[in-house]
């Protein structure tokens, strides 16, 4: 029996592949704009030492952190047949994973840390997640112009 009414977020491998790069790389940019208003603000001496700090820590964080996670989930979203939900772009444990940083994120914000040590946290993070995220763009493109 077919429902009716309800508004269905269902699409293909293509677009969901789409939204985790898009919500990737968003993340990367808005904490690496946190770290910038913080550098920003910051009146001492070595704002540029923090700023390369952070985006040489992504580095590595990318290469042998996010990079290889986002190639497993592609590798995931790449066995998709069919339509699915648009919020299967990332598993439920993946989930929880979110909610957990996202915690950790506030509670780092809120703490008594000097926010520009904290810049460079977020820059590595924000660096890391972003250069990932192109990763998804990538291969959205690829199967953009790919025909199946």
């Known amino acids: 029996m ?6 269905s977020f ?18 990367g940019i808005m904490l690496m704009t946190f770290a910038g208003i913080w550098l920003l603000r910051y009146n001492g001496n070595g704002v540029y030492l923090f700023l390369a700090g952070g985006i040489l820590a ?11 996670l986002a190639g497993k989930n592609i590798g995931r979203l790449m066995e998709i047949t069919g339509k699915r939900s648009i919020f299967s772009f990332i598993t439920i ?22 926010k520009q040590y904290l810049s460079i ?4 993070i924000g660096t890391g997640l ?11 493109l690829k199967l953009g112009f790919d025909t199946e």
């Open 121 to 124: 946290v977020y820059n590595g």
């Open 58 to 68: 992504g580095i590595p964080i990318h290469l042998f952190g996010f990079s290889r």
């Open 2 to 7: 077919r429902r009716t009414g309800v508004i």
């Open 10 to 27: 269902k699409t293909d491998r293509k677009y969901l592949v789409l939204v985790a790069g898009l919500m990737w790389c968003g993340v």
């Open 93 to 114: 444990k993946s989930y929880f994973t979110i909610i957990f940083m996202v915690a950790l994120g506030i509670t780092l914000r809120h703490s008594s840390i000097p």
């Open 130 to 140: 972003f250069l990932s995220g192109l990763k998804y763009i990538r291969t959205f």
